[in-house]
Each structure stands twice: as C-alpha cells, then as structure tokens.
C-alpha cells in the first residue's frame, strides 16, 4: 500500500465520519467497540468505498436512530443524484401474503390486520424475530425457541390483541420461527 493510498483511505474515512454523522473517538476506533448503529454506518461507509455504481443494501438502516436514518438515506440520494449511484434494497421481512397457506384467499384488510398484530407483538413483548402465519380465524404464532419464555409472559396481551384484530384463537408454533413453514 503507497503513502497516496493511505492518504485516500484516511481522507474517505473522515468524509465517512463526517457525512454519516458516525460517533466514534477517531477513525483508528475498532469498529466492534461501536454502537450497533454506528457499526451499521461503517458498514455503508466501507460498501461507498468501492465507488459503486450499484449498491445492493439489505436493511441498510437497521440499528439506527430515526435522526441518522434520515441522515444516511438522504446520502444515499445524493449519491444517485450527484453520481449515478444506483441503489437496491432487499427488504428484511417477506411479503405479508407468505403469512397464509398456499391457495388461501386473501381478503380486504387481512394483510393489514396481520401486520398489525405482528407491530403489537412487537411492541408489547420486544421480540424482534417473530411471524403470525394464519390458519382461518387462528394464528400460529413463530418466535425463536429462546423468545418462548418473552411470549409466554406477555400470553394475555396477545391474546388480547389476537381477538381485538378478531382473530378467535392464537397458538405458539413450538417448532419456532422458520421460513418455508406452509411449504411442501
């Protein structure tokens, strides 16, 4: 590596703290002693390092608060308006129509009611991973295994929030949270 490259490197770095608005004591901080958030802007900071003309992104946003989300989406628009940038993103969570058995019809308002349901959980029991498949009028509920012992001290709750979404019966898939879970 030439004295040129590592001048190129440091300067994209410090441009990277500064535009990403990425808290850390100096560009020489490891990375692991970061916050999540920060880490995730690292992470968008090392992929414009390449001077992509595509950036593929899955959750490029994850981890951060509302304020640095902005702050980097709108890097990311500048980009493709200043350079060309395009960009990509893959979302996190599949399709809601994937929360249904093959063949099922879905009607007005149940995929929102579904996502909605699924916010609630959320919200109320903090589990992150977790999918309400729908069976008829009941949800089978799939969390990760370790997530058994959150869902179980929030089961009122739920249920609670199953039935207000008329839902008449929720269960707890105790295989746990699993894609391909209708398939075949």
Not at 102 to 121: A, M, N
Request: proline share 5%; net charge positive; with cysteine.
């Amino acid at each position: 590596m030439t004295q040129k490259n590592i001048k190129e490197i440091r300067e994209h770095a410090q441009r990277m703290i500064k535009e990403l608005d990425i808290r850390c004591t100096s560009s020489a901080q490891p990375v692991g002693t970061l916050s999540g958030g920060n880490q995730q802007k690292v992470c968008v900071a090392r992929a414009l390092a390449l001077n992509p003309k595509f950036l593929f992104v899955s959750e490029p946003t994850r981890g951060i608060d509302i304020g640095a989300k902005k702050l980097v989406l709108e890097t990311l628009a500048r980009l493709n308006r200043e350079q060309g940038l395009t960009v990509a993103e893959k979302p996190s969570a599949p399709c809601l129509a994937t929360r249904l058995p093959y063949g099922e019809c879905i009607v007005p308002g149940l995929l929102e009611r579904i996502h909605e349901l699924e916010t609630q959980i959320k919200a109320l029991t903090g589990i992150a991973v977790l999918r309400a498949r729908i069976h008829w009028d009941t949800v089978r509920l799939e969390v990760l295994p370790e997530s058994f012992p959150e869902a179980l001290k929030w089961r009122e709750a739920i249920i609670k929030a199953a039935k207000k979404l008329a839902f008449s019966r929720i269960t707890l898939d105790l295989e746990g949270f699993r894609s391909g879970s209708f398939d075949i």
